[in-house]
C-alpha cells in the first residue's frame, strides 16, 4: 500500500510515493540519498539517525515518512550555515576532537544543536542528560561534553554581540 | 527458556462435570485460546494449531497435543503438547491438571494445574522477561474457558446446579472462546493488573 | 612586529608534526554528514541481500521451502547450502585452521546461524521474503557450557569433525575438544610450587561479550562480467586479506580483485573476520552478475559476528611470605562457539594469552588453555584485547590483587615490589617475551601521588570503621603491561602472510605529498596522526600530506588494523620509508648546493650547509629539483615504498587507579574517580591519544559494569538488542582523568609503541579490583563480572553488608 508524500527536508520540497511502512531514515538516505542519517540500531537506542522533525529532535527510526507529510525535516545536511562555514556546534566538535569514527556525529550534532536551542547555557550534567539518547562508542562522550561547552559559549557571544 | 507454573483455579462447576470435560481431551484442547484442533491421530494424540498476535507479528505454532496419562479415580491427565512456527519459534508444554472436589461446596471445585513449558527461539529471545506472566495469561484464559464450557455440560440429577436451572444453555450462552491469543490484549491485563497491584486492589 | 616565522621553531609549529595536537584531517566531512560509509553506496541495478537465519541453537534442517519467498515480486533468488555445495563455498576456511558453514549445511549449530540468503529489489522487500522462508528443524539437545560439553557423553556438535583426533594446533581429546595450547616451562612452575611458602589460588571467569561497533558489518559486491573484475566495498579491518582470501576461494586472479575499505564506523575486532555474509554477497554478484548489497542489522551482529573473551580461568601464584612472586601457573577452558573463527595470528590459538606474566617479575611460569565447541557463535578474539591480552591482564591483576589480600600486603606496594626493574630492560620473560622498555616504579608513583593514595586508604579505613556508612568505598589499582604490534613474521602470520607492514609516499613537484598504508583506520585518526609521522620526517607541512588507506588497488599490502598494531608496525614503516626518501633528498641537496652530504645538517624543513646558515635548500625546493634537475645517477622523481617486518612487538604499559563507592542499598555504583597513565612510547598526537583512551576505559566501564550475552538452557541468546546490551550512555559513562610518562620503544623507528587498546586491557580489571577491594575486608577475594547493580545488590547481602 503506497501514499503520497510532500515533505519539507532541509528547505526543499520533496514529494513522492511511499510504503506505509517505509521509515523516514530510509526515505532520507535511500529515496533522496541523504545518507548523513545513519542506522546504528534496530530498537530507537542509538539516535545516529536523529534528524529535527519541525524543530525537534526525533530518531528518524521509529518515525514513517508517511506521518510526516507536510512537515519539515532537517538532517545533518542542512546543518552548516548559509555561507557555508561550519555552524558553532560543527565547529565545537572539531576544535574538541568530539568524533572519532564520525558514525555516531551526524545524530550527535543535530540533537547537541537542539539541545542548545532548549537549554543554551546548559551545565555538564544537563548536556550529558541532553544527550543520553545518542550512544557512542568512540569518544567516552568526554570531548563530545567539551565540543558542546565550546559551541554553547560561541553561540552565547554570538548572541550578546548581536544584542 | 523455561517458564515453571503452578496455580490452583477454583470453578463453581462441580467436580463431576470439570471432570468429565478434563478427561475429554478434544473438548478440553478447545478451552486453549488460539487452539484448533484439526485432526485426531490416534486416541491419544492430536493435531492441532495455536495462533499468537502481538500486534502486527503473529506467531502460528502448529503441533501435537498428546494425552500422556489419564488417572480416572485421582481424576488427573497429564498432557505434552509440542508446536513450532515457521518462522522460528517452538514451544513444548508437559500439563499435569486435576480435578479436586471441594469438601465445603458440592457445587464447586478446584482446577490444579501445574505446568512446564520451554519456549525456544524468537519468541524466547524476545519475549523472554514476560514469559512468566504471559504463560500465567494464558493458563488463566484456559481456565476461564473451561469453566464456561464445563458449565454448558448437562448437570447430574439432583445436583444443585440441575435444580437451580442456571445450567441450561441457550446458544446465546455459549462461551466465547477467543480464537486466536491476543498478545496486546494480554500486555494490556499486565499492565493494568501491576497498576492494580501498586495500589492493592484486589482483583 | 610580527614575530618571525622563519625561525626553526616557528617552522616546526607550522608542520604540525609529530607530538602536535593538531586537529582531525578527517573531520570535514564527518562533521558535515559526508562520510563514506559501505551502507552509503548505492550502485545502478544493486540488489539487497538479508539473511534466514536458525532460531535454535542445535538442530538438523529437514527441509527448507523456498517456493513462497521466490514468488513474492522483487525477489531474485533464495540461496541454500545445497547451491553453494557445487561451488564448493557452502563451508569455509577460518582464521584458526577450521571451516565454518557458510550456510547451515544439513545442521544448525548456534542461533542466529545463516541457513539461507535471500535477494530482492530492495530491503524491505527481502525482509519479506526472510519470513516466507520456511525451514523445517528436528532440534538437537544443545551444548551451552564448554565444560558439559567436555563430558564423555556430551551430544557431538561437529560432526564434520568425527574421526579427526588431529586439529589445526594439535591432537584433539574430545569430540568437542579444539585445542590445548601451552605456554612456559611446566616442570619450573611445578618446582616453584612445590617448594613456595605461600600459594594462592582464584577461579575467575571473564564473560562472553560483544564489541557492537556503532555501524554494524556491510559488504556492497559488484561483479562486472565484461572485465571479470570484482570490486567489493566492506567494513573490513583488513582489506588486503580478504582480497587474497576472496581471489583463493573464488579463483579470482588477486589482480582483478579490488577490495575497498572505505570510512568504517568503529571496528574494535568486529570487522576482521570474513563472516558468510560476505561470502554469500560476492557470490551473489558473480552468479547474477550485478552490485549486490547487504548490511546487517543490529540484532544479527550482536548475536553471529565475532565475539570477544568467555575464558574461564584458574591462576595460581607461588610466593614468598613477605610478598616475592616464585611461580605463576593458568589453566583456561576457552569457550570458542561452534567453529574456531578465532582471529589470531595461526601459531597462537590462545593469542597472546601468554603475556599473563604481566609486569611483574617472575622467574617460572606456565600456561594452559583449552579449546572447546559449544552451540554458541564462533569468534573469541575482539573488542579491542589485543589478541586474549585484556584476558591475561585480568588474570594477572586479579591474581596480584588475591596474593596481596592473603598477606595482608597493600596492593601498590606488593606491585612495586614484584616489578620488572627498569635496569632490566629489555626483559624476557618466563613466557619468552621480550619486553622492549618499561620504567613501572616511575609512572606508579606518579599515580600514587596524584590521587593522594595515603588518604584514600585512610578514607576507606574510616569508612570500614563506621557500620552506618552508606556506602562501600574500594580503590582498584592496575598495573599492567601490554603486548602489541603483531607480528614479527617468524612468529606472527595471518593464513600464512607474515604480520608485516607498509607505507608508500610520492612527494610531488609543488612539495605535497601522498601516503597510502596497509591498515585501514575505524575511527583512530590515521589520516592526521600519519601525516604527522612524515611530516616531522620529511619537512612537510601535515596539512599538505593526503593520507589513504583501504583501497587494496592503491595501498601496499598490508594486514589492517586491529591489536594496536598500526603505529608499531605500519607507523615504523612510514618512517622508514619516508627516510628513504629523505636519503634521497639529501643527495638531491648536496648536488644543488654543490657541498657534501656530509657537509649539511637537516633542521625541521631543510638542510643548511654546516656552518652558513644562508645556504640552505628547503624540502619544497628539492620537490621540484626531483622533478627537474636530479643529480647524475639519480632517478627522477620522490618517492619510496617500505615494508617493515617488526623485530619484536611493543610493550605499551600503563597505572590504573578506580575510586568507587557502593550504594550499600542498592548495590549501585558511582565511580567516584578514575585516574589512567598510560606510557605508549612516543606520542605522536596528545589530544588523539587522550581521546584513544576515553574511548577505551569507557568500553571498558561497560564490559566491566554490565556487558553480558547470557543464554538460557535451551541455548537461546537472551538480550540480543540494544535494550538489553548494555552500552553506556553519558549520563552512566564516568569522567576520565589522563596523565602520560614517556618511554620509548627502543627498537622502533619512531620509539612508539601502540595505545588504543591499552585502555581497554587495563581498565576493566581496574574496576573489578575496586569493587572487590570494596568488598575485602569482609574476606571477598573475587566478584565476577558483570558488576551491575542487582548483582552487587546480590553480594551485599551474601556478605553481610547490605543496609
Known sequence: ?163 | MEVKLDKQYPLDVDADRAWALLSDLKATAGCMPGAEILEQLSDTSYKGTVKVKVGPAVAQFGGTVDVVETNTENRTVVLRGKGADKGGSSASMDLSAAIVADPTNPAHCVLNGSAAVIVNGKFAQFGGRMMVQVSEMILGQFVENFRQTALTLPAPAGSAAGQSGAASTTASDAPKIAKEINGLAIFWQLIKGWWQGLFGSRG | MNAPTDTAEARELALAGMGASRLRKEDARFIQGKGNYVDDLKLPGMLHMDIVRAPVAHARIKKINKEAALAMPGVHAVLTADDLKPLKLHWMPTLAGDVAAVLADEKVHFQMQEVAIVIADDRYIAADAVEAVEVEYEELPVVMDPFEALKPDAPVLREDLAGKTEGAHGKREHHNHIFTWEAGDKAAADAAFDAAPVKVSQHMYYPRVHPCPLETCGCVANFDPIRGELTTHITSQAPHVVRTVVSLLSGIPESKVRIISPDIGGGFGNKVGIYPGYVCVIVASIVLGRPVKWVEDRIENISSTAFARDYHMDGELAATSDGKILGLRVNVVADHGAFDACADPTKFPAGLFHICSGSYDVPAAHASVKGVYTNKAPGGVAYRCSFRVTEAVYLIERMVDVLAQKLGMDKAEIRAKNFIKKEQFPYTSAFGFEYDSGDYHTALQKVLDAVDYKGLRAEQAAKRADPNSPTLMGIGLVTFTEVVGAGPSKMCDILGVGMFDSCEIRVHPTGSAIARMGTITQGQGHQTTYAQIIATELGIPSEVIQVEEGDTSTAPYGLGTYGSRSTPVAGAAIALAARKIHAKAKKIAAHLLEVNEGDLDWEVDRFKVKGDDAKFKTMAEISWAAYNQPPEGLEPGLEAVHYYDPPNFTYPFGIYLCVVDIDRATGETKIRRFYALDDCGTRINPMIIEGQIHGGLTEGFAVAMGQQMPFDAQGNLMGNTLMDYFLPTAVETPKWETDFTVTPSPHHPIGAKGVAESPHVGSIPTFTSAIVDAFSHLGVTHLDMPHSSYRLWKSLREHGAAL
Open chain 1, 1 to 163: 500500500m503506497t501514499i503520497r508524500t510532500a515533505i519539507t527536508v532541509n528547505g526543499k520540497e520533496t514529494s513522492r510515493e511511499v510504503e506505509a511502512r517505509t521509515l523516514l531514515v530510509h526515505y532520507l538516505r535511500e529515496e533522496l540519498s541523504l545518507t548523513g542519517t545513519h542506522v546504528g540500531c534496530d530498537t530507537s537506542n542509538c539516535g545516529a539517525c536523529t534528524v529535527l522533525l519541525d524543530g525537534e529532535a526525533v530518531k528518524s527510526c521509529t518515525v514513517l515518512a508517511a506521518q510526516v507529510h507536510d512537515c519539515n525535516i532537517t538532517t545533518i545536511e542542512g546543518a552548516a550555515q548559509a555561507d557555508g562555514s561550519f555552524s558553532p556546534v560543527q565547529e565545537g566538535f572539531r576544535q574538541e576532537h568530539g568524533l572519532q569514527c564520525g558514525f555516531c556525529t551526524p545524530g550527535m550534532l543535530v540533537r547537541s544543536y537542539r539541545l542548545l536551542q532548549e537549554n543554551p547555557n546548559p551545565t555538564e550534567e544537563e548536556i550529558r542528560v541532553g544527550i543520553s539518547g545518542n550512544l557512542c562508542r568512540c569518544t567516552g562522550y568526554q570531548n563530545i561534553v567539551k565540543a558542546v561547552q565550546s559551541a554553547a559559549r560561541k553561540l552565547q557571544e554570538a548572541a550578546t554581540a548581536t544584542a
